[in-house]
T-cell receptor, first 111, second 111 residues
Framework: EDQVTQSPEALRLQEGESSSLNCSYT??????LFWYRQDPGKGPEFLFT???AGEEKEKERLKATLTKKESFLHITAPKPEDSATYLC????????????FGQGTTLQVKP | DTAVSQTPKYLVTQMGNDKSIKCEQN?????MYWYKQDSKKFLKIMFS???????INETVPNRFSPKSPDKAHLNLHINSLELGDSAVYFC??????????FGPGTRLTVL
């Protein structure tokens, strides 16, 4: 069964303190790994899709990387507005049409 | 201008009542989804429709019935509401399976 585990569950950083969020996955035939950002009281907002090991994508202070077992979301010099819950999800060949989500990492960046 | 919209934003009701949540997307996507997010922020798919046809039906109680009158709309009707149905329900849409765009969510509270 496809599974996604995110760590840590919660992360507190000082503004400017870079760190990484982890997403470990087991999936039959990875067809895509997705990162979303979710602010309190809002729906998940799409950030990145990664399709194969070695792929990297960047957006502002965020960089997502992918290996065969895990993905990292690197946050460089975070700002308070980066505070949110970050969700990871996978789409495998045995789960046609549905994303399997992890439980999320809640990031708090203090000024 | 909203890509995926849901109504209502909040829904408070008594056990045993029947309620509906509506979803509309203006992205021209063929596929729409319903997800449930529990108190621990874990997102789990419930249903998916592709061009008005049901393609994913997870192990959801049959008190939940989705209806898609056209490919831009996907509604969720819930009969005989129970305390355990309290959660945030998200609608999403996509053109292909991977990049899904989420609505703002409907917070359902069953008293």
């Amino acid at each position: 069964e496809d599974q996604v585990t995110q760590s840590p569950e919660a992360l507190r950083l000082q503004e400017g303190e870079s760190s990484s969020l982890n997403c470990s996955y087991t999936v039959s035939g990875l067809r895509g790994l997705f990162w979303y950002r979710q602010d309190p009281g809002k729906g998940p907002e799409f950030l990145f899709t990664l399709y194969s090991a070695g792929e990297e994508k960047e957006k502002e202070r965020l960089k997502a990387t992918l290996t065969k077992k895990e993905s990292f979301l690197h946050i460089t010099a975070p700002k308070p507005e980066d505070s949110a819950t970050y969700l990871c999800a996978v789409y495998g060949s045995s789960n046609t049409g549905k994303l399997i989500f992890g439980q999320g990492t809640t990031l708090q960046v203090k000024p | 201008d909203t890509a995926v919209s849901q109504t209502p934003k909040y829904l408070v009701t008594q056990m045993g009542n029947d309620k509906s949540i509506k979803c509309e997307q203006n992205l021209g996507h063929d596929t729409m989804y319903w997800y449930k997010q529990d108190s621990k922020k874990f997102l789990k798919i419930m249903f998916s429709y592709n061009n008005k046809e049901l393609i994913i039906n997870e192990t959801v109680p049959n008190r939940f019935s989705p209806k898609s009158p056209d490919k831009a709309h996907l509604n969720l009707h819930i009969n005989s509401l129970e305390l355990g149905d309290s959660a945030v329900y998200f609608c999403a849409s996509s053109q292909v399976v991977d990049t899904q765009y989420f609505g703002p969510g409907t917070r359902l509270t069953v008293l």
